[in-house]
Every structure is written in C-alpha cells, then in structure tokens.
C-alpha cells in the first residue's frame, strides 16, 4: 500500500510539473511573457509588538516573476533548469541531494543558495515537500561489512563482498529482512578513513559492519543505526576529531554539541 501510494504522488506531481511548463511553453509560443506566482509565507513576526498571526501557514500574498524584469530571469532560468532535474529524478524514481543538483550546473547556479531557492520556490509552486521532490538534503551515508537488506525491491548484498561500500538508502522506512552475522558497528566519521579500511581489506579480517556519515550523519545513516543495532552484539566508534559530535547524532538523532 505505501509502494502504490507513494507511485501515486509521483505520478500527481509529475501531472502538476507537465501542465506547469506547457503552460510556460504556450505563452512563449504566442510571443507573451509567462507569468508565475509564489505564494508569500511569513516566516518569522518583523514587528514583536504587533498583533500579526505569524504562526500561521496561510500565503502571506504573492510574489510575481515575469521575463520582463532582469532580475527575474536568471531566477526563472534555474528554477526550470531545477524542475527538470527533479522532473527527472521522479521519471527514474531516483533521489539527488541538493549539492548533487547544484555540480550540474555550477557555472549557472553560482553558488549552493540559488538552488536552495529553486527548490523552495518549486515547492511551493507544487503544494509539496522537498521529501516528496526526491530531494534530499545531504549526499547518503556509505555502509559495508557483513549485512544484507533488502530497498525497494533491491538488494544489497554486502556480505558476499563485504569490503564493497554501498551507499544507505534514502527511503530507510523500505528497508526490509536484515541478515547479519557481524559481531560489532564501527562508525567512522571521516569518508576517507572509511576507504581506507575497505582498501585494507579490513572486513575480511574482522566480522564488523563499517559506518559513515561522510563527516556530518545524513537522516537514512541516523535512522539505520537502530535498524542495524538490533543485528550486532556491540557497537565499537572510531574516530577523533569531533567524535562526540559524530556519535551523539548518529545514536540520539540530535543536533546538540557536546562541549
């Protein structure tokens, strides 16, 4: 039922993202300058002492991009560049994390915020979620060791290979039948102490599973750690720099620092 709920909204929103551009495309070919308009919302009070309804979730008016202002077409420019990516990573039923859209076109996008925009805007424009674009904030988390899982109808097989990285799926909810034999999770902080231990071979000498949140733990690598908890007798952490910072987020899903 999930499955087939979630092939559901795609498929709206791929609806939604159709009509949107032919209507672009026929204002063009009429020689008219499209016209797009996103909703306003009020994300915090400008004046404390005001009686505003600032925690509202209702428009806060409209906010009208035209071709015919300079300063809205390179806006316009990337949000359509943005929606085709997202157009394609529905298609595919993939996910891309914002970083990922903005190396595809950096010379354009400038820096990381236009697209943070794009996508905000485009939300809007949509009546949805950044979740629901299979956009995701931070690139995944990487895995290997002796586990195997099944995503969405894949497999991911680690134990035959247990050196081989595989990266933690987006849709961590999916995840179904975890096997493993591993005595211990050893979580790493930095990628490349992660690669090095697969480029020793450091599986085939020790029944572990290897974790790593490339630096800073994405939401899949904090949501799989109880998963795979479950399937190990201990937890072992490695890792120095910031290491308390790494492991408090990975365990307790928080953001707060230890000092």
């Not at 009686?51 to 071709?67: A, F, M």
């Not at 202002?69 to 990516?85: C, K």
């Not at 993939?94 to 595809?104: A, N, P, T, V």
Request: aromatic fraction near 6%.
């Amino acid at each position: 039922m999930e499955g087939n709920r979630g092939s559901s909204q795609r498929c709206d929103l791929l609806q939604k993202i159709r009509e949107f551009t032919r209507a672009i495309v026929q204002d063009l070919s009429i020689g008219r300058s499209p016209i797009v308009l996103i909703d306003r919302f009020r994300i915090h009070c400008t004046n404390p002492h005001a009686n505003c309804c600032c925690s509202s979730v209702l428009p806060n008016g409209k906010e009208i991009l035209t071709l015919q202002r300079e300063n809205h077409v390179h806006r316009l420019d990337v949000l359509l560049r943005v929606l085709l990516i997202v157009q394609q990573l529905l298609q595919e039923n993939r996910h891309g994390s914002k970083r990922d859209i903005y190396y595809m076109h950096p010379s354009v996008f400038s820096e990381q915020s236009v697209v943070d925009r794009a996508i905000n805007d485009i939300c809007i424009l949509m009546q949805c979620s950044r979740h629901n674009l299979n956009v995701v904030s931070v690139g995944n988390g990487l895995v290997m060791g002796w586990i195997r899982f099944l995503e969405g109808g894949r497999k991911f097989d680690c134990i035959n290979r247990p050196n081989t990285a595989h990266p933690i799926p987006v849709q961590v909810e999916e995840v179904k039948d975890i096997v493993s034999v591993a005595d211990y999770i050893l979580v790493v902080e930095k990628e490349s102490v992660f690669e090095r231990l697969a480029n020793d071979q450091f599986c085939n000498a020790n029944r572990c599973i290897v974790i790593t949140g490339r630096g800073y733990p994405d939401i899949p690598t904090r949501s799989k750690w109880p998963m795979m908890q479950s399937n190990c007798v201990a937890q072992r952490y490695a890792g120095l720099e910031f290491f308390l910072q790494i492991l408090r987020n990975t365990v307790f899903h928080s953001n707060v620092s230890f000092l």
